[in-house]
């Protein structure tokens, strides 16, 4: 039976992939800052463990306690959506601490059982925002793009052991608690400066003209990644979500 430990698996991206891979019969280490052994189905092949991908000793505990795995999905991050001059430096800090060297950090801890078994996959959620810049997103679209990099570049390094590096790109995803949790950082920070009112304002309208026809769903994603841990012949990077697949061309 193959291991998959998954960050950021208490909801919507994470959760998904781990019910998926659940239902497909594999041992899953779902992992969370809090652990809540509700929110999946009962089964002796499930792990909740604690995680916070951005300190070194939670995330010494958590690969030790999850023992050998064969893949690694870094699906762990924060959103966060304001013009430059909106962004103080401690947001920052943090999105780049949550998505960029968290995913940095999970990476290198599992490598070394990977190198010596010569076998692995590490598949990191990014997004589609790094396929085309959008206004307001300058932070985390930068703190997604490092991701990219750094994974084409350690593919080069791994492949030699056999290691894959894969990136899944979702798209926007109403349905999911990210927009609400970005939402809610913008309005702790004060909200977005009054000069960009108008550029805030056409980024809105342009979101409702598009409506709900084409956007990403969390099943999309959690199938993108399913394809990315199973197919050795899928490509390294993978768009998740109507849109995704759209800006990808």
Not at 113 to 134: A, K
Request: glycine content about 6%.
């Amino acid at each position: 039976m193959k291991t998959v430990l998954i960050t950021g698996a208490s909801s919507g991206f994470g959760l998904e992939t781990a019910k998926l891979f659940l239902e497909k019969g594999w041992r899953v280490v779902a992992t969370m800052r809090t652990p809540r052994a509700e929110i999946l189905p009962p089964s002796e092949n499930l792990d909740i463990l604690a995680l916070d991908v951005t300190n070194a000793d939670s995330i010494r505990k958590a690969v030790e306690a999850a023992g050998p795995i064969d893949v690694l999905v870094n699906n762990a991050g924060i959103g966060w959506l304001n013009a430059v001059e909106g962004t103080p430096m401690d947001v920052v800090r943090d999105l780049f601490e949550t998505n960029t060297f968290g995913t940095i950090a999970m990476t290198q801890a599992v490598l070394p059982q990977f190198r010596e078994r010569r076998q692995g996959v590490v598949i990191n959620v990014t997004s589609s925002v790094t396929l085309m810049p959008l206004p307001l997103l300058s932070v985390y679209t930068a703190s997604k793009a490092a991701v990219n990099a750094f994974t084409e570049v350690a593919a080069l390094e791994l492949e030699p052991f056999n290691v894959d590096m894969k990136i899944v790109l979702p798209g926007r995803a109403p349905a999911t608690s990210f927009g609400d949790t970005a939402r809610s950082r913008i309005q702790a920070e004060g909200g977005f400066p009054e000069a960009y009112a108008s550029v805030v304002k056409s980024v809105f309208a342009k979101w409702e003209e598009q409506g709900d026809t084409e956007i990403t769903h969390a099943d999309d994603v959690a199938q993108a990644i399913w394809r990315a841990a199973t197919d050795p012949s899928s490509p390294m990077s993978i768009p998740a979500g109507a849109d995704a697949v759209a800006l990808a061309g």
